[in-house]
Every structure is written in C-alpha cells, then in structure tokens.
C-alpha cells in the first residue's frame, strides 16, 4: 500500500486477555519498529526488525510481549495477558534499508485500552 | 529512557507568530530527526539533520544543530492554525538506535 498501515485502529479488551496489532509496511521497506505511546507522553521503543529477525528486542516490557515479522512484511505484536497498564497508543514504523538510518514512516497506531 | 528531551513542553501562540523547539540530548549521536504529530494520529517526518552539519532549512521549518551543546532547536515561522500539533525531536545515537523525546506540544491561535 501506499503507507503503513495498522490495525485494529481501536481495541477495547479485558484484563487477562490476549491481543495481537498488525502492522503492514510500506512495500520494500526492510525495516521495522513498534513504539508504544501513553497518553500525551514520548514514544517509547518495543523491538525493531531487519527483515524477520529483530536484532534489538531491549524494549519490549516483560515476557507477556512478542512480536514477529513473516515474509519481510507484515509484522504482529501480541500482548499476553493484558493488564491496565498495557493501554497506549502501539505505534508501527517502517524506513528503507539499514537500520536507523533515515526516517521512518508511521502508521496511524492501534489505540489498546485495558478494561 | 528517553535520549532527547524537549522544551518548553508546551507552547501557545499567536497565527503569524514564530514558534521555537528547543531539544536537548545526553550522548553523541549520528542525526537528529524532527516529527510533527497531530492529535490522534501517526508521526510524520519533518527533517532529518546530521551530526556535521549546524542549520537546515524545510519551507517555513528551520532547524538547527549544536553537538557541542549537545541541543537543537525547530523554528517555525509564520505559524498558522494548521502547524497546532505535537513535535518531538529523535536522535540515533551509536548504538543505531532512535530514540524519541517527550514532544512540545503547540497551539495556534487564529
């Protein structure tokens, strides 16, 4: 497609949950991140992906997280066993080539809200 | 823990004004990008400035760099109603990561 595209754009669930977000990136982009933002905060870093493999999963916050990246394409963040203080704007990325290297293309984000 | 810090963190002023960023960082960095998000929506990159280099210019967008100082600054002129969004400045640093700061957030007034 012609820009990143996110899905749900809006998920309500229920504590002790599972959810899974979906990012499709711009075609040909090698590259992708997923951010996570709280309301009227800073973007906060999850896990990024050169192809399918993620070289940097330091951001993602406990073990009731995961993400994978299948094909180079499309990539799924799962969340476990949601808790309240999983609610945030999760927010997909993607660039050309090498990592961090120019600008990243956002998508609209998936808005989790944690009941 | 955020790398880049902004300041003020929020601004309000007045169609026609300038608006001034400022960004502050801890450690060297390869460049630093500036983004722009409206309410409820994705990032959109505005301009990307590296670390030899001190001024860039975008349209109406200004943005300097001073490594010594560790701190960047986005200058918007001639605002308009339009330009009322959040900026957040992101820095990559040597460990090839981007890392976003807290965002100003700016009102227009028409």
């Known amino acids: 497609g012609a820009g990143v595209s996110q899905s749900p754009s809006n998920k309500v669930t229920e504590k002790g949950k599972d959810v899974e977000l979906r990012c499709d990136p711009i075609s040909g982009h090698t590259a992708l991140y997923w951010y996570r933002q709280s309301l009227g905060q800073g973007l906060e870093f999850l896990i990024y992906f050169q192809g399918n493999s993620a070289p940097d999963k330091s951001g993602l916050p406990s073990d009731r997280f995961s993400a994978e990246r299948t094909g180079g394409s499309v990539s799924t963040l799962t969340i476990q066993r949601t808790q309240q203080e999983d609610s945030a704007v999760y927010l997909c990325?993607?660039?050309?080539?090498?990592?961090?290297?120019?600008?990243?293309?956002f998508g609209e984000g998936s808005r989790l809200t944690v009941l | 823990s955020q790398q880049g810090e902004e300041d003020p963190q929020a601004l309000s002023i007045q169609e026609g004004e300038n608006a001034t960023m400022n960004c502050s960082y801890k450690?060297?960095?390869?460049?630093l990008q500036w983004y722009r998000q409206n309410s409820g929506r994705g990032l959109v990159h505005l301009i990307l400035i590296r670390s030899n280099e001190r001024e860039k210019h975008s349209g109406r967008l200004r943005v300097t760099l001073d490594t010594s100082k560790k701190s960047s600054s986005l200058l918007i002129t001639a605002s308009r109603a339009a330009d009322t969004a959040s900026y957040f400045c992101?820095?990559?640093?040597?460990?090839?990561?981007?890392?976003f700061g807290g965002g100003t957030r700016l009102m227009v007034k028409p």
């Open positions: 450690t060297s960095i390869n460049n």
């Open positions: 990325a993607s660039s050309h080539g090498g990592a961090w290297t120019g600008e990243l293309f």
């Open positions: 992101a820095t990559r640093d040597a460990g090839n990561m981007l890392t």
